[in-house]
């Protein structure tokens, strides 16, 4: 199992990630987050089982980003959280290695 806290910003939705594989490869999501859209989106990802080859080799094809494309619009596309989502599946799939991603915004 992979555990993943993602602190996506100035809106404080902070949301954590649960990634579990079976046979190295099929992956299942569970996210918590007090966000409502990042909410509506795990419920849609927690009745998926992911193949995790399939996701990477697709990238924003496949059909992990279609459900984010589908679902987060407008200010809301720039989320880190579906990055966190992405990058766990790899780390429990055995296909990244678990390091930290940072993001730092200066103006």
């Known amino acids: 199992m992979v555990k993943t806290k993602v602190n996506p910003g ?8 649960e990634a579990e594989v079976r046979d190295y490869q099929f992956v299942k999501l569970r996210v918590n ?17 992911f193949n995790a080859y ?4 697709d990238g924003f094809d496949g059909e992990f980003y279609k459900i984010i494309k ?19 599946m ?3 799939a055995d296909l990244a290695l678990p390091r930290d991603v940072l993001i730092e915004i200066k103006k």
Do not use: H, T, W, Y
């Open 90 to 92: 790899q780390v429990v």
């Open 10 to 17: 100035v809106c404080g939705f902070i949301a954590d990630i």
């Open 54 to 57: 399939n996701e990477i080799r």
């Open 33 to 49: 987050s007090s966000c409502e859209k990042i909410s509506a989106i795990a419920e849609m990802l927690n009745k998926k089982e």
């Open 70 to 88: 589908e679902n987060l619009k407008g200010a809301c596309s720039a989320c880190a959280v579906p990055i966190g989502m992405f990058k766990s």
